[in-house]
């Protein structure tokens, strides 16, 4: 079942005797800061068939928008609430020429789709649209162990249906999911992000026929997953932009440089306190494609998802990756020119003490 947001008749707004199509110019929205908007939110159950010789697949994904809204329902995710948020809220119309941009996650292990919820309504305030969806059988209360080969086919489809059905959605204008964000926290990071966006199967024999990597490592992949891994088809060339958050390469699939194959631009974004050597590994061992590395002072693994981390302000965290990770999508995906956001990611301006960016 899929629930459609309230659709409006127009995206102009009327000021007096002025008409313009457009509310606000989001080139001049400060993006270090909350934008104009309040959050709204919407789940969608969505069911699909992963490959022909596997079973229906049932995820819900949640949705975030802009809306002029100031009150209204708390909103509820797979799990909790979210009192910044307003449930069923009437949309915004658009701000950007293109339509909504959008912006779509991935969940860390045993984790669910609104962990990183700070950043979601950092994008929808300002005028994107979000989705994250629930990676089914590997939630916090939904979890098949040991994961079985197949989830590894399912993650990287269950962002590409997630756009499908962004695409199928009624807000009060286009939704544009022919290029998008994406980003992805711990196991999202270090596999959906880059298999989503591109990275080669380097290492699929082996897991393939040896187990290895596998939790179990009596494992096998099927005809169909061997394929779908070898193929080509979990890659999304709808992702134009990834930011992987806590997560480095996941060579067990990708192999060496499997990572060379992405068709995006990285921003790669870790913590001190989080494995600061294999990151610092990771980011001296990639070449040959478009990466920038943000290490946050003092940040821990869940800095980047609930902000429970006891070396670094959760706040503090929250602003600094608001700020780089929509200066960093609003440069590479909406053309955004701004001399600051030029600074920002080239790491000539360093906003906080704690956050340092490389650029490769």
Same mark, same amino acid.
């Not at 339509?99 to 994008?123: C, D, E, I, K, Q």
């Given at each position: 079942?899929?629930?459609?947001?309230?659709?409006?008749?127009?995206?102009?707004?009327?000021?007096?005797?002025?008409?313009?199509?457009?509310?606000?110019?989001?080139?001049?929205?400060?993006?270090?800061?909350?934008?104009?908007?309040?959050?709204?939110?919407?789940?969608?159950?969505?069911?699909?068939?992963?490959?022909?010789?596997?079973?229906?697949?049932?995820?819900?994904?949640?949705?975030?928008?802009?809306?002029?809204? +100031?009150?209204? %329902?708390?909103?509820?995710?797979? =799990?909790?609430?979210? &009192? !910044? $948020?307003?449930?069923?809220? #009437?949309?915004?119309?658009?701000?950007?020429?293109?339509?909504?941009?959008?912006?779509?996650?991935?969940?860390?292990?045993?984790?669910?789709?609104?962990?990183?919820?700070?950043?979601?309504?950092?994008?929808?305030?300002?005028?994107?649209?979000?989705?994250?969806?629930?990676?089914?059988?590997?939630?916090?209360g939904d979890h098949q162990d040991p994961l079985p080969v197949s989830h590894f086919v399912h993650r990287a489809m269950d962002i590409q249906q997630s756009l499908d059905v962004l695409s199928t959605v009624e807000l009060a204008g286009a939704i544009n999911t022919s290029e998008?964000?994406?980003?992805?926290?711990?196991?999202?990071?270090?596999? +959906?992000?880059? %298999?989503?966006?591109?990275?080669? =199967?380097?290492?699929? &024999? !082996? $897991?393939?026929?040896?187990? #290895?990597?596998?939790?179990?490592?009596?494992?096998?992949?099927?005809?169909?997953?061997?394929?779908?891994?070898?193929?080509?088809?979990?890659?999304?060339?709808?992702?134009?932009?990834?930011?992987?958050?806590?997560?480095?390469?996941?060579?067990?699939?990708?192999?060496?440089?499997?990572?060379?194959?992405?068709?995006?631009?990285?921003?790669?974004?870790?913590?001190?306190?989080?494995?600061?050597?294999?990151?610092?590994?990771?980011?001296?061992?990639?070449?040959?494609?478009?990466?920038?590395?943000?290490?946050?002072?003092?940040?821990?693994?869940?800095?980047?998802?609930?902000?429970?981390?006891?070396?670094?302000?959760?706040?503090?965290?929250?602003?600094?990756?608001?700020?780089?990770?929509?200066?960093?999508?609003?440069?590479?995906?909406?053309?955004?020119?701004?001399?600051?956001?030029?600074?920002?990611?080239?790491?000539?301006?360093?906003?906080?003490?704690?956050?340092?960016?490389?650029?490769?």
């Open positions: 079942m899929i629930w459609i947001l309230l659709a409006c008749s127009t995206s102009e707004k009327e000021t007096g005797n002025q008409s313009s199509v457009f509310a606000y110019d989001w080139q001049t929205l400060d993006y270090k800061e909350t934008g104009p908007y309040q959050v709204g939110h919407r789940q969608v159950e969505h069911t699909y068939t992963p490959l022909a010789d596997q079973p229906e697949r049932t995820i819900v994904i949640e949705i975030w928008y802009p809306t002029e809204d +100031t009150s209204g %329902a708390t909103a509820e995710y797979l =799990y909790g609430v979210d &009192e !910044a $948020v307003y449930k069923s809220a #009437e949309p915004a119309p658009p701000i950007y020429e293109q339509g909504y941009p959008v912006h779509v996650h991935s969940h860390g292990y045993r984790g669910w789709g609104a962990t990183s919820a700070f950043l979601m309504r950092h994008f929808a305030s300002h005028g994107w649209v979000v989705a994250a969806p629930n990676h089914t059988n590997n939630l916090l998008v964000v994406m980003s992805g926290h711990s196991f999202g990071a270090s596999y +959906t992000t880059w %298999a989503s966006s591109g990275a080669s =199967y380097d290492n699929i &024999e !082996a $897991v393939c026929t040896e187990g #290895e990597g596998l939790a179990d490592p009596e494992m096998r992949c099927s005809e169909s997953e061997y394929a779908a891994f070898s193929s080509g088809e979990l890659r999304d060339q709808r992702v134009k932009v990834a930011v992987p958050l806590a997560g480095t390469v996941r060579e067990t699939f990708f192999g060496e440089e499997g990572y060379k194959e992405v068709h995006a631009p990285i921003l790669f974004v870790s913590g001190t306190e989080d494995g600061e050597s294999g990151n610092q590994s990771h980011y001296d061992a990639i070449e040959d494609i478009d990466f920038r590395w943000l290490s946050v002072l003092g940040g821990c693994h869940q800095s980047f998802a609930t902000g429970a981390c006891d070396s670094l302000d959760m706040e503090l965290g929250f602003d600094i990756q608001n700020a780089y990770i929509l200066g960093f999508a609003r440069q590479r995906l909406l053309g955004d020119n701004s001399s600051e956001v030029e600074q920002l990611l080239s790491g000539e301006l360093q906003l906080w003490e704690e956050a340092t960016l490389l650029e490769k």
